[in-house]
């Protein structure tokens, strides 16, 4: 998945800066591609018989005269692993003045900080063709230094939902989410069976018939391990003395270690007087403290949800969390790409109840795409409500998805697949401007050439692998299974960058 950012300049540019813009660029080993592609087909159109930059000077008159446009519109810039993009606004496109943006996959390492040494760059060399075309020395340089960040006018949703949240609480979930300990926890919770036994563990303990959770081994699924459960620190290994006469639960010992001493020590049992040895003793499983603070408010699935951004590489300070209330139900938001996206999170079911607020909340944020994501029955009566609300948008001319997830476990597939197809069509509309210039979809080839830079990265590495050994691959994103619903006279176009269909899709 490839990732954007964007600043602004508020400085419009006159064909002639900006062919003298590049060409400063290129002298501070900046290269840009389009222009570069340019020169080189004119040189071989004059087979080295006249001056590359005469016709160059000649297309670009007759491009301005006849169609009415400028001849540069922006530039690409590639490097191993990122790429700069600078686009020329004017009175035909949203926007005025430069927008420097950077495309990056989420490996990439201070990536706003490689952006803001471009836009220095390119301050740099504005100043300097600014100072070339008027023949002046003391151009203002401060207000060419003032590269503003980009924001959609979603991003205002995003803003309110960090605002009405509390600062020290807000600081205090996020940090929960981010220990290595939950993030481990919360991975098991995914499994139904997991949490299911859990919360028969704590009953089964309170009431003092926990033995029988081991003796009961043979109907679990495969996918269940006790002994992981152990390991992450949901349940602890307990030995359980108690006395045959009453019943009564006389000790509690960590480890078969510590009935070695106790039994050893001849102590006897305030109940009955018999011997502690001789009393009965089972090995029993207990829930920790960790199960209880994930589980009872539905906590596990905010940190599951936390981990997965985190994973696909959304940055930490573009994840907002609203705490769970302890009904099991929460709301994240996250941006990708600046695209806001809504989660509203139930450890239970989808009832009509929780879909008004789910949308409730959407219409506060006015997020454009709603991820509802349910443990339990998904319900039809809640189901049509996000159904009907989603089309009543769609109709009236909005860009807006639901996507509705039944299960933990399918979360990670889903929010993999929007979260592609929302940056594909991000760096499609950065660049689309630029399509003319290069003769072709720009985003189609700056998605090519990553997929083809991974690709040669896995093969270097197979290849300096030992002799016999497997290489593990990553988990190859596939789409997700779900039913698709979408509206009349609207596509699905998933296999087209920058092409986001309006639609509602429901995991199964």
Known sequence: MLFLASKILDYDTADEIRFLLLEKLRDKEWMPLIRSMRLNCYREALSAVGPVEEMEQAIAISTRLEDQAPYIR???????????????????????????????????????RRLDAFCQSVSDALIEAINEVTGASDTDAQDLRKWRQE???????????????????????????????????????????ARAFLRSAKQAFTEGYASKLLAESTSRPASFSLDRMVKVGLLRREVLISCRQTGH???????????????????????????????????????????????????????????ILRQIGISESEIAIQPPEGSGEAYVMANVCNEPFLFALRDGDLSPSFARRAVDMQIETDAPHLMVIATGTIHNDGRTHLINYASRLVRGGREFEVIIVDGADSAAAELGYAAERVSKKAIADELCELNTSLGFNVARLVSARFE????????????????G?????????????????????????????????HLIRESS
């Open 469 to 501: 050994a497997e290489a593990v691959a990553s988990l190859e994103e596939g789409e997700p299974t779900g039913a698709l619903i979408t509206f009349p006279g609207v596509k699905d176009e998933r296999d087209v960058e920058g092409e986001a269909p």
């Open 74 to 112: 922006g530039d690409i810039f590639l490097l191993d692993d990122h790429m700069f993009s600078l686009v020329f606004g004017d009175s035909d496109s949203l926007f005025t003045g430069i927008r420097a943006s950077i495309v990056y996959e989420p490996q990439l390492t201070e990536p706003l």
């Open 249 to 307: 639960t006389l000790l509690s010992l960590p480890s078969s270690a510590a009935l070695a001493v106790v039994t050893i020590s001849d102590a006897t049992c305030t109940e009955c007087g018999m011997r502690i040895a001789d009393e009965k003793i089972e090995e029993v499983v207990a829930p920790t403290h960790l199960s209880s603070a994930l589980l009872d408010d539905g906590a596990w699935l905010v940190n599951r949800l936390h981990s």
């Open 452 to 467: 083809m830079l991974q690709k040669s990265k896995k093969d270097i590495e197979l290849a300096l692998l030992p002799a």
């Open 151 to 193: 924001q959609s006018a979603a991003q205002s949703g995003f803003e309110r939902f960090v605002t009405r949240q509390d600062t020290d609480s807000l600081y205090t979930v996020v940090r929960k989410e981010t220990s290595r300990e939950r993030i481990r926890a919360a991975e098991v919770l995914e499994n139904p069976y």
